[in-house]
């Protein structure tokens, strides 16, 4: 299981953190996570994911250099902090797991789903 959380409304070029926290004999072994989002009437994308070890990570070229993923085993927990937000930021932001070592981009390898959190930019 997964439960995200941390969205909220705020003003552009502010910031906002993501928590997600795993639970569950699912996450007992190693797992790799990944934070995804989805605006209305588009696709689910790609915004950033870690490998277990949290020594790989990518991130869209969107948000490049403003946000930043991490994580923490002991916790089980994976963060997203995001800086210098724009309005074209806004989404509902899902954080997801796969089982292995190694992160994918596509949402399509990632087994496990939080809820969501919902982020809105102001202008």
């Known amino acids: 299981q997964l439960e995200d959380s941390g969205g909220g409304l705020v003003q552009a070029g502010g910031s906002l953190r993501l928590s997600c926290a795993a639970s569950g004999r699912s996450f007992s072994s190693r797992y790799a996570m990944g934070w995804f989002r989805q605006a209305p009437g588009k696709e689910r994308e790609f915004v950033a994911t870690i490998s277990w070890s949290g020594g790989l990570t990518y991130y869209a070229d969107s948000v490049k250099g403003r946000f930043t993923i991490s994580r923490d085993n002991a916790k089980n927990t994976v963060n997203l902090q995001m800086n210098s937000l724009k309005p074209e930021d806004t989404a509902v932001y899902y954080c997801?797991?796969?089982?292995?070592?190694?992160?994918?981009?596509?949402?399509?390898?990632?087994?496990?789903w939080g809820q969501g959190t919902q982020v809105t930019v102001s202008s």
């Open positions: 997801a797991a796969r089982a292995g070592t190694y992160s994918y981009t596509s949402p399509n390898e990632y087994a496990y």
